[in-house]
């Protein structure tokens, strides 16, 4: 009985990691490309902005949280079992670091848009613009130092309560012990609040700005102007904002899941790598420099794989050529 209950496990796992390595798969190609282009331009001396700065740091905290995911899916089934609890609690803190670099990082874009791009005149927003503009590499530094912190404050607060715990012999089941994961990503997630407030502010003053330039641009009634480029802003907003909303709503509903199951619910993490997999590829299709460069990238792929065809073609021919003389 209990071998085929560890067989079930096993084949569970393996129906488990094969769309979460395809996942991994697609987000390092998709990543790995925007973080290719736009380290390739700054090598280049080519200008680099303070978007293309933020978009790159995106992608690289995206890859790194879709290696955290697949190290704690499999720490949790390997090492929960024997009691290892610190070392898939440091695997769940490392998942959680890269969550709040990907979300901080993400209000920050949105706010570096909302401040090239909105025509608001006050003194505080022409500070701001002027502030966050020039130093768009220390706020990213500062976003990675925030998401770091908070990791490392939850991790530390975790261990000594569980050394607390081994001092009083304070003992608890297997199952107590992991369902004590949720205390602390319950904290992790309350932690998100702020860069996700940043978030909506700055979105909601961005689409504000632009639909009031929309409306007096539409009233004028000049026909030469082109208002695709203000459309195409807005549908990115809005898709952004949709993802963020699913993407908390997924992280939200997987830790009260393991609460009330205590039993981890590896398929939410898997839908949560591939948000930001699906967000990245609309970042792709939305900005002109990366949209140019995926199609030469396919373009090439596309010539490679006829020109191979057509060579094996002529092989063929020459060889039926051959076995008729």
């Known amino acids: 009985m209990a071998g085929s209950t560890e067989g079930y496990t096993g084949v569970l ?11 991994l798969l697609a987000g390092l190609m998709i990543h790995s490309f925007i973080i290719g282009v736009n380290v390739t331009d700054w090598w280049k001396g ?20 879709q ?7 499999s720490l949790f089934q390997f090492f929960l ?13 490392i998942y959680f ?41 220390y706020f990213i530094a500062a976003s990675v130092l925030l998401a770091s912190s908070n990791s490392l404050m939850t991790l530390l607060f975790a261990i000594t309560e569980l050394n607390i715990n081994l001092i009083y012999n304070i003992t608890m089941g297997n199952t107590a012990t992991g369902c004590t ?45 082109n208002l695709e480029i203000y459309y195409s802003v807005m549908k990115f907003l809005s898709f952004t904002f949709t993802y963020n909303t699913l993407y908390f709503t997924v992280l939200f509903i997987s830790s009260l899941y393991y609460y009330v199951y205590c039993v981890s619910p590896d398929w939410l993490y898997i839908v ?15 900005t002109p420099k990366l ?20 060579t094996e073609t002529r092989e063929n021919i020459e060889v039926v050529t051959l076995s008729w003389k």
């Open 13 to 23: 796992y393996l129906g488990l990691l094969a769309p979460a390595l395809t996942v």
């Open 46 to 65: 080519r200008p680099v902005t303070p978007v293309d700065h933020i978009v790159t740091s995106l992608g690289i905290s995206r890859m790194c949280a």
């Open 67 to 73: 290696c955290a995911s697949i190290l704690y899916i």
């Open 81 to 93: 079992s024997s009691l290892d609890f610190y070392r898939t609690l440091a695997a769940v803190m």
């Open 97 to 137: 670091l890269f969550i709040h670099a990907n979300l901080w990082l993400t209000s920050l874009l949105s706010v570096v848009l909302c401040l090239k791009i909105s025509n608001f005149h006050s003194r505080l927003f022409l500070y701001l613009r002027g502030m966050i503009l020039h130093r768009t590499v």
């Open 181 to 225: 994961f949720f205390r602390y990503t319950y904290k992790a997630i309350i932690d998100l609040f702020f860069p996700l407030l940043f978030y909506c502010i700055s979105s909601v003053l961005l689409f504000t700005s632009l639909y009031h330039h929309i409306t007096k641009m539409k009233m004028s009634s000049n026909l030469s102007i």
């Open 272 to 286: 949560l790598e591939f948000l930001p997999v699906l967000h990245s590829s609309y970042l792709i299709y939305r």
């Open 291 to 310: 949209r140019s460069q995926m199609s030469k990238v396919i373009q090439n792929v596309i010539n490679v794989l006829v020109q191979r065809k057509y």
